[in-house]
C-alpha cells in the first residue's frame, strides 16, 4: 500500500493511494484525493475487508497516515500485521 502523486495546474499535491495484492499484483484499490488522513485510509480498508477480506501483512512506507495511532489500533483490531 503506498502513494503517488502529482500537482495539480494549481500547484496543489493530488495524490493517489494504491493498494496491491503482491502475490498477484492485483490492483485492489486506486484512490484519489486532495488529502488522505489516516481516517480516509481506514475507511477504504473497511471497503476492502467487505469486498476481499483482509490479509495477514500490509506493507507500507513510514508516512504519516501509516504510522498514526488510528491506523495502529484498526492494525490490531484486525489482526493486520504492519510491515513499515
Not at 27 to 40: D, M, N, T, Y
Not at 54 to 76: A, H, M, Q, V
Amino acid at each position: 500500500m503506498d502513494f503517488t502523486s502529482d500537482a495539480l495546474i494549481d500547484g496543489r499535491t493530488f495524490r493517489i493511494l494504491n493498494v496491491m495484492d503482491d502475490y498477484n499484483r492485483e490492483c485492489l484499490l486506486s484512490q484519489g484525493s486532495i488529502s488522505f488522513p489516516a481516517k480516509r485510509v481506514i475507511n477504504y480498508l473497511e471497503q476492502l475487508k467487505e469486498e476481499v477480506g483482509l490479509p495477514n501483512y500490509i506493507r507500507t512506507d513510514n508516512g504519516p497516515e501509516f504510522t498514526s495511532n488510528d491506523y495502529k489500533d484498526w492494525c490490531k483490531i484486525n489482526n493486520v500485521t504492519c510491515l513499515c
